[in-house]
């Protein structure tokens, strides 16, 4: 119970710290950019560190091609995408929020 008590105490203590280091997180997570690319690089997504899509690259002749793979292939591609920005959010707000982003279990990860 009392170790509740502590934690607590120690959220509040660094609350003000806390919110400016997700203040500046949310900077760099819109200013961040995660690209994958399917179909040997015939497709290409970018999305930010909030996983917004931000661009997206379909080789020409792709699209002349195969409208169904196109589909796939662009799909996969902003599916990695995402993947890899919400590691990168995730590994930053553990860190953000220091001791705190512990109790929550967001760890920061090696």
């Not at 994958?36 to 015939?42: F, K, L, P, R």
């Not at 993947?83 to 760890?107: F, T, V, Y």
């Amino acid at each position: 119970m009392f170790d509740n008590l502590l934690q607590v105490a120690q959220l509040l203590k660094n609350a003000g710290q806390i919110r400016q280091n997700l203040s500046a997180l949310n900077e760099r997570l819109a200013a961040a950019r995660f690209t994958a690319e399917a179909g040997g690089g015939q497709v290409r997504a970018t999305v930010d560190g909030r996983g917004e899509l931000v661009a997206l690259k379909v080789d020409p002749q792709l699209a002349a091609a195969d409208v169904e793979m196109m589909e796939d292939l662009i799909c996969a591609a902003v599916r990695e995408s995402v993947r890899l920005s919400r590691e990168a959010a995730q590994k930053e707000l553990g860190s953000a929020l220091g001791g705190i982003g512990d109790m929550l279990g967001l760890k920061p990860q090696a």
